[in-house]
């Protein structure tokens, strides 16, 4: 990372993954305005590469947008252009889709790298019109929110959800990354990254419309680095459809 390209404080970086089941080069610049509002100008391109135990896609993204503190939220408005080969349930497709998006979140707590008291939330919203530019139109809207409190000196309870929808004309055409998919370590721990999700007529899972993901939590330490959690989590990716 570059943290200071020129007088005007530009920044620029590079980020590489490099994993079993991803592989990214992604890059970035950053054009910081002046006024108390922390305004930015964002430019990014990246390339990503990724296995899933549903999906494989080898995608491109380019991306504009401006980021502001707005009535005490960090908002974020911009475009996207992503296109690629993915292949979902043995189906080999290629798809481009040119979509603005919208981010509203904020965040509070008491530390940076491990709350005991804090919560976060974020609504985020993406729409495309079919045309030259993108082979399908959508909308979606996803919300995300995490609550930490403590129990005690040695425990903190912790809630998440992460809800969302969408409408779309072709589902097909969609890639993998805007597909509705749950499981993993940060959705439904006990199965696989994007196991779950609605199924073809083979039983392979395509993903969904519609995602609805919770969970409870609670951590007691014994030591200052050792503790335990007790949790359960619960939640599908699904389309509407299914039940016609």
């Known amino acids: 990372q570059r943290r200071w390209v020129n007088p005007q404080g530009h ?15 992604f890059m970035a610049y950053r054009i910081p305005l002046p006024g108390p509002d922390n305004r930015s100008l964002n430019f990014g391109a ?44 043995s189906e080999m497709r290629y798809s481009k889709l040119f979509y603005a998006e919208g981010t509203l979140s904020k965040k509070d707590a008491n530390d940076f790298f491990f709350p005991r008291r804090g919560w976060s939330a974020a609504l985020g919203l993406r729409g495309a019109m079919e045309g030259l530019l993108t082979d399908t ?19 903190r309870f912790i809630t998440r ?10 589902f097909d055409e969609l890639p993998p990354e805007l597909r509705f998919f749950a499981g993993g370590d940060r959705s439904i721990r006990g199965f696989d990254y ?16 519609f ?3 919770g969970s409870l939590e609670v951590e007691r330490f014994f030591l200052e680095r050792w503790g335990a959690a007790l949790f359960v989590d619960g939640g599908d ?8």
């Open 11 to 25: 920044k620029f970086q590079v980020d590489v993954d490099y994993a079993q089941r991803l592989d990214e080069l």
């Open 46 to 89: 990246s390339h990503r590469d990724e296995d899933t135990a549903s999906t494989q896609s080898r995608t491109q993204r380019v991306t504009a947008n401006e980021t502001r503190e707005w009535h005490g939220f960090l908002r974020t408005l911009g475009v996207q252009y992503l296109a690629g080969n993915f292949e979902v349930a």
């Open 137 to 155: 139109s959508f909308a979606q809207i996803t919300l995300d929110g995490k609550y930490i409190r403590p129990l005690g000196r040695r425990q």
């Open 161 to 170: 959800l992460s809800l969302g929808a969408m409408t779309v004309d072709d």
């Open 194 to 209: 994007q196991q779950i999700g609605s199924t073809n007529d083979a039983g392979e899972v395509i993903g969904g419309t």
């Open 211 to 213: 995602l609805a993901v």
């Open 237 to 244: 990716a699904f389309r509407t459809d299914e039940f016609n």
